[in-house]
């Protein structure tokens, strides 16, 4: 176990193998496991209000999961969002906010972080 962090009542582990490993707090169980990274995990990040998940590796990348914890999909981890950042391995990771549109991120050995904010694109219709 390398980080851990808890959304609702789920305990996310970020491991050395690069997995995420979601438990219950109720019961202790194992629901989830996901291989998420290629390299360590060195943060978990969750956003409360929207159920997202960030995930920060030593492999140069960011993640973002949504889980579902409700009716019919009980324990589903869905990838949302991923942010490579070449040759820097992340160290930390954090949302700005509740609802996980924006978040930041650092790396090894590098003074500046990285800031990020997730909009939502509209559908554009197309008509015959």
């Known amino acids: 176990i390398n980080c851990i962090n808890v959304l609702r009542k789920q305990v996310i582990v970020g491991t050395f193998l690069g997995q995420m490993l979601f438990y219950s707090t109720v019961t202790g169980q194992l629901m989830v496991e996901v291989n998420a990274h290629v390299r360590q ?4 990040a969750v956003a409360p209000e929207s159920a997202y998940v960030m995930s920060a590796s030593e492999d140069s990348v960011v993640r973002i999961w949504k889980l579902h914890t409700r009716k019919p999909d009980v324990y589903r981890v869905e990838w949302r969002h ?3 950042l070449e040759n820097m391995p992340l160290m930390g990771a ?3 906010n509740g609802r996980g549109s924006a978040f930041v991120v650092a790396a090894y050995d590098y003074a500046k972080l990285f800031f990020y904010r997730i909009v939502k694109k509209p559908v554009s ?3 015959d």
């Open 41 to 44: 995990i060195n943060a978990i």
């Open 82 to 84: 991923s942010e490579v």
């Open 125 to 127: 219709s197309t008509r």
């Open 94 to 96: 954090q949302f700005t």
